[in-house]
């Protein structure tokens, strides 16, 4: 299993630029997040989807869309790009059963905008 | 909603040695998940060790322990015999279990610096 993959890895935009992070796992989880990190700060929950057809808004969505058509991809897109968008997103995903619910993440994709 | 709070930035440790990492929680829930996880430079997150709020015993995972007091709403993380690759930031998390959608609640991390 490759568990959680994020593409690309790291990324400059311009404001104003769009563009879409993608995200893949292969454990059939039903559960897929995205988080970001900004320094020195925790990760903040920005969208989350409990299956395919089937996300929600998190702590942080603005500026930021999501769709699930299958199981296993969880695309994150950015809209006109702003410098407060800077920061690392990460990808998990998880079941949310009892014994069961260790998200688990992948690499992270650094993007900074300028 | 629930906050979690990791009071110390940075901790430094000789290798070989001990290290406690603090976390302590707000909730009003009596049953709860709570998790520890690694973040070395590769910025990869990475499951630490996991604590259920109805077990007593606390969760130990090789070198790696908890201490979990639920009155206290106290969660440490101990680190012994600290090796360099123990060097990351760690992030204590929390689980509501009546949140349906499984979210993490995250505190600020804590730096962990090893020396030789």
């Known amino acids: 299993n490759a568990g959680v993959t994020q593409t690309p890895k790291f990324r400059i935009l311009k404001i104003g630029q769009s563009m879409t992070l993608q995200c893949t796992q292969d454990m059939n989880h039903n559960y897929m997040y995205w988080y970001r990190q900004d320094p020195g700060m925790g990760l903040k929950l920005i969208y989350y989807s409990v299956g395919a057809g089937i996300t929600d808004k998190g702590e942080v969505p603005n500026g930021y869309n999501v769709s699930r058509s299958t199981t296993e991809d969880f695309p994150l897109r950015l809209e006109l790009a702003a410098p407060s968008q800077t920061s690392v997103y990460f990808c998990?995903?998880?079941?949310?059963?009892?014994?069961?619910?260790?998200?688990?993440f992948g690499p992270g994709t650094r993007l900074l905008v300028l | 909603a629930q906050t979690v709070t990791q009071s110390q930035p940075e901790m430094s440790v000789q290798e070989a040695e001990t290290v406690t990492l603090s976390c302590t929680y707000d909730?009003?829930?009596?049953?709860?998940?709570l998790f520890w996880y690694k973040q070395p430079p590769s910025r990869q997150m990475i499951l630490v060790i996991r604590q259920e709020a109805y077990k007593q015993q606390n969760a130990t995972e090789n070198r790696f322990s908890v201490n979990f007091q639920k009155a206290a709403k106290s969660f440490s993380l101990k680190i012994s015999d600290s090796q360099l690759g123990d060097a990351a930031m760690y992030f204590c998390?929390?689980?509501?279990?009546?949140?349906?959608?499984?979210?993490?609640?995250f505190g600020a991390g804590t730096q962990v610096v090893v020396t030789p």
């Open positions: 998390a929390y689980r509501s279990p009546t949140d349906s959608w499984g979210k993490l609640q």
């Open positions: 909730t009003s829930e009596s049953d709860y998940y």
């Open positions: 998990a995903s998880s079941y949310v059963a009892p014994g069961r619910e260790t998200q688990y």
